[in-house]
């Protein structure tokens, strides 16, 4: 069971760049348009760098076969997660915006800029493994019915070939074939990788900065987006969680991944499409301001309920 203190001392480390990038923000250091690049370095740069840094290890067949298994189970709960939040917006008579956008921020955690950091502290290495679970889920649904939903087009297959989708699948060849990379490479994989710790959390800071506290909390639909995003949408995967055969240090790391706040390539499509892009940034910032009070529960919960 993880200590309670290094969780803590985790958060603590998590909050100070945030607020190294709220200065950030607040100090026109960095400007909205900045962030918007340094976001698509973080993801299209180094994320791809610390995915496949993650060929280092050694993974058995079994092991191999159990991560595929999991993306299939995280896949199907959120696409589960999707289906019931439509159903019940459409039974309340919101609006198709306000069903859509609610559907994206509860599905979807931001597994990238907080689960990815916060993992490797907590479980090591294996938690890029992991990283990749989520984000091959996370990716298939998003761009093939969120995107659809947000836009109104058909699926396209082009949206799935993103930088971070085609660095895990060469990950997972490189496992399954025992593949390493030279030493070299590897260096440079993993300090380049490791960028992804700092730059995503002082990221998340100046998008904070962005927007008044007030404002974010004026917005009452949000309380309840974070609610279920936070905390009712963990606790009910815990259940599934404790069937699956896998070490509890493996299920601990999925749930944390499972607990992040909401998404922030939801509120990016709700502003491009004007599917109530409000609603979405603000549910967004607040699921991740009161994520630092969510997270320790769910850890305490899951240590004693997954073993």
């Not at 840094?53 to 991560?67: C, E, I, P, R």
């Not at 990815?116 to 019915?145: E, Q, S």
């Amino acid at each position: 069971m993880i200590s309670m203190d290094i969780v803590l001392t985790q958060i603590l480390v998590i909050l100070l760049y945030v607020v190294i990038g709220f200065i950030a923000g607040k100090s026109k250091l960095i400007s909205p348009d900045q962030r918007k690049y340094l976001t698509r370095i973080c993801t299209d740069l180094i994320l791809p760098f610390t995915i496949v840094s993650a060929s280092s290890q050694t993974v058995s067949g079994s092991k191999l076969l159990y991560l595929g298994l999991m993306t299939g189970l995280v896949l199907l709960m959120f696409a589960l997660v999707a289906f019931v939040s439509v159903r019940i917006s459409s039974a309340r008579g919101v609006s198709e915006a306000a069903k859509v956008t609610t559907a994206s921020l509860l599905t979807f955690p931001n597994c990238t800029f907080l689960g990815l950091p916060l993992c490797r502290a907590l479980f090591g290495d294996i938690a890029v493994l992991y990283n990749a679970v989520f984000l091959v889920a996370f990716n298939i649904l998003f761009f093939t019915w969120q995107i659809s939903a947000f836009t109104g087009k058909k699926f396209s297959l082009r949206n799935l070939c993103t930088l971070p989708t085609i660095a895990t699948a060469v990950l997972v060849v490189m496992l399954a074939l025992g593949w390493h990379l030279p030493d070299p490479v590897q260096t440079v994989a993993s300090s380049t990788g490791a960028m992804i710790t700092p730059l995503s959390l002082i990221i998340i800071g100046v998008m904070m900065s962005e927007s008044k506290l007030s404002d974010i909390l004026s917005e009452r639909r949000a309380f309840l987006v974070t609610l279920m995003r936070n905390l009712i949408i963990p606790l009910l995967s815990m259940l599934v969680f404790r069937l699956v055969n896998l070490e509890a240090s493996d299920k601990l790391c999925m749930l944390v991944y499972m607990a992040c706040p909401c998404a922030t390539l939801t509120s990016i499509y709700a502003i491009q499409t004007g599917k109530e892009p409000e609603y979405a940034a603000r549910s967004v910032l607040m699921s991740t301001l009161f994520f630092a009070l969510t997270l320790p529960v769910i850890i305490w919960i899951g240590g004693q309920f997954l073993g």
